[in-house]
T-cell receptor, first 112, second 115 residues
Framework: LAKTTQPISMDSYEGQEVNITCSHN???????ITWYQQFPSQGPRFIIQ???TKVTNEVASLFIPADRKSSTLSLPRVSLSDTAVYYC?????????????FGQGTTLQVKP | EAEVAQSPRYKITEKSQAVAFWCDPI?????LYWYRQILGQGPELLVQ????????DSQLPKDRFSAERLKGVDSTLKIQPAELGDSAMYLC?????????????FGNGTRLTVT
């Protein structure tokens, strides 16, 4: 299983763009890259997923270079409500036996 | 939007007692997961079901933990006897294998405190 490495914590201010980078040097061919957000006392919530290049949805963008050994989650114009823990996961979840392993995540603190 | 239901939301029990958690996944989701999350850490996978079959329980402490999904729908996770170190959030997740939009849908968990 591919292991991920991401910063333990980050600080930002309201209105700024936040980029969280995750390293996954041992990513396998069938692995997808998925990001989750978790607020205190809640379950993680899916943000975005990608395989290569760039993926964008209504809340975030995901940038994946050609070698796929890292990925960057980009949150545009963050607000106080974006304060949460963000997890980067790598795995072949489409397989019946695929599973996603969580690391420690990145705690993002957004300040006014 | 459909949700994964978990109960109870909170549970306080004394060590050596038995405790059980219940999860009802999103309708039609064949794969169900139980995770344990200790405060300040990421969720740790305990067991994975595909329909009613266990796919992976390599991280489940089988001397005290058990999990079942008898009809391939809802699931129960049991701890007997509970120990102080079992205090954590127990999260259930489900997924529609083969779809691309959202791999895991999580419930809001059961917060267990063992005293």
């Amino acid at each position: 299983l591919a292991k991920t490495t991401q910063p333990i914590s980050m600080d930002s201010y309201e209105g700024q763009e936040v980029n969280i980078t995750c390293s996954h040097n041992n990513i396998a061919t069938n692995d997808y890259i998925t990001w989750y957000q978790q607020f205190p006392s809640q379950g993680p919530r899916f943000i975005i997923q990608g395989y290569k290049t760039k993926v964008t949805n209504e809340v975030a963008s995901l940038f994946i270079p050609a070698d796929r050994k890292s990925s960057t989650l980009s949150l545009p114009r963050v607000s106080l409500s974006d304060t949460a823990v963000y997890y980067c996961l790598v795995g072949d979840w489409k397989s019946n036996t695929g599973k996603l392993i969580f690391g420690q995540g990145t705690t993002l603190q957004v300040k006014p | 939007e459909a949700e994964v239901a978990q109960s109870p939301r909170y549970k306080i029990t004394e060590k050596s007692q038995a405790v059980a958690f219940w999860c009802d996944p999103i309708s039609g989701h064949a794969t169900l997961y139980w995770y344990r999350q200790i405060l300040g850490q990421g969720p740790e996978l305990l067991v994975q079901f595909q329909d009613e079959s266990v796919v992976d329980d390599s991280q489940l402490p089988k001397d005290r933990f058990s999990a079942e999904r008898l009809k391939g729908v809802d699931s129960t996770l049991k701890i007997q006897p509970a120990e102080l170190g079992d205090s954590a959030m127990y999260l259930c997740a489900s997924s529609p294998v083969g779809q691309l939009d959202s791999p895991l849908h999580f419930g809001n968990g059961t917060r267990l405190t063992v005293t």
